[in-house]
T-cell receptor, first 109, second 115 residues
Framework: DAKTTQPNSMESNEEEPVHLPCNHS???????IHWYRQLPSQGPEYVIH???SNVNNRMASLAIAEDRKSSTLILHRATLRDAAVYYC??????????FGKGTKLSVIP | DADVTQTPRNRITKTGKRIMLECSQT?????MYWYRQDPGLGLRLIYY???????NKGEISDGYSVSRQAQAKFSLSLESAIPNQTALYFC??????????????FGPGTRLTVL
């Protein structure tokens, strides 16, 4: 039970922003939200994580709702290389990544 | 050179055979993990190790065993392979940062087919 809900798939045009939603309505106060992505034929790679505040790094931004029941991963300008499956993970311990099915992002040239 | 390597990358074997998948890392991390991925699904944790003397079962450990030979090496064995163990297997490592924000670094995966 991944305890997060994501759309199965999304599409984006190249060079446009992408907002990938995640619902985690049963999250506890100390659970982190992690995002990983898996490019075709590769292992997953870390994207970003957060607890309460919005976070930015070189890959993406993470917007966490004030009640923490949902979050949104933001890719500011989608490129073809961003086509991947994106996993939203609720991290309840210090190591246990529980992957759901994720959202398959397609980027249209 | 890749930080996390897995060998072999592809393996086809027959039911009942013993198979070993190997993982090596150069990141100097104490924590290592084995995951399994079935088509269209996310990854599931098989075993994990927090240091050389530590082995723990994950979500789906039945039919698998592991060995942590050194800090840098973590092997996964299928004692008697069966067809429903056909899957993509990933090794991962992480450091211990003292909190719930530890990034895991994944290897390229081993595609195992059991006939």
């Amino acid at each position: 039970d991944a305890k997060t809900t994501q759309p199965n798939s999304m599409e984006s045009n190249e060079e446009e922003p992408v907002h990938l939603p995640c619902n985690h309505s049963t999250i506890s106060g100390t659970d982190y939200i992690h995002w990983y992505r898996q490019l075709p034929s590769q292992g997953p790679e870390y994207v970003i994580h957060g607890l309460t505040s919005n976070v930015n790094n070189r890959m993406a931004s993470l917007a966490i709702a004030e009640d923490r029941k949902s979050s949104t991963l933001i890719l500011h300008r989608a490129t073809l290389r961003d086509a991947a499956v994106y996993y939203c993970i609720r991290l309840a311990g210090s190591y246990q990544l529980t992957f759901g099915k994720g959202t398959k992002l397609s980027v249209i040239p | 050179d890749a930080d996390v390597t897995q060998t072999p990358r592809n393996r086809i074997t027959k039911t009942g055979k013993r198979i070993m998948l190997e993982c090596s890392q150069t990141k100097g991390h104490d924590r290592m993990y084995w995951y399994r991925q079935d088509p269209g699904l996310g990854l599931r944790l098989i075993y994990y190790s927090f240091d050389v003397k530590d082995i723990n079962k994950g979500e789906i450990s039945d039919g698998y065993s592991v060995s942590r030979q050194a800090q840098a090496k973590f092997s996964l064995s299928l004692e008697s392979a069966i067809p429903n163990q056909t899957a993509l297997y990933f090794c991962a490592t992480s450091d211990y940062g003292g909190g719930r924000n530890n990034e895991q670094f994944f290897g390229p995966g081993t595609r195992l087919t059991v006939l």
